[in-house]
């Protein structure tokens, strides 16, 4: 079992930056890809960004943030980051952290075992 605990949302103006943080127990954080997802009111939960295991040399993005978000990870702290600027109204979402015990930084929900319960992010303009 993994338990996942997000971290650092809140209420931003347009323009404006965050960083969440999602702290991990449970088993071999390191032995893990991470991912960030987001559900917007109506929609269905989408991808935003991931990262493989252990080092994290491989990363992935949602193409509506790349260049704007920054996944990361300290494996000393079981922590994954996603640092968020440039932030506009339709990243309003709740976010989530999901973890799952390979190496691939999977871009899909059902590729993920264990989730958060999830930061709300509200960007207003």
């Known amino acids: 079992q993994v338990q996942l605990v997000e971290s650092g949302g809140g209420l931003v103006q347009a323009g404006g930056s965050l960083r969440l943080s999602c702290s991990a127990s449970?088993?071999?954080?390191?032995?893990?890809?991470m991912g960030w997802f987001r559900q917007a009111p109506g929609k269905e939960r989408e991808f935003v960004a991931a990262i493989s295991w252990r080092s994290g040399e491989v990363t992935n993005y949602a193409n509506s943030v790349k260049d704007r978000f920054t996944i990361s990870r300290d494996n000393t702290k079981n922590t994954v980051y996603l640092q968020m600027n440039s932030l506009n109204p339709d990243d309003t979402a709740v976010y989530y952290c999901?973890?799952?015990?390979?190496?691939?930084?999977?871009?899909?929900?059902?590729?993920?075992?264990?989730w958060g319960r999830g930061t709300q992010v509200t960007v207003s303009s």
């Open positions: 999901a973890a799952r015990p390979y190496s691939l930084a999977a871009t899909t929900t059902s590729a993920y075992d264990f």
């Open positions: 449970g088993r071999t954080f390191s032995n893990s890809a």
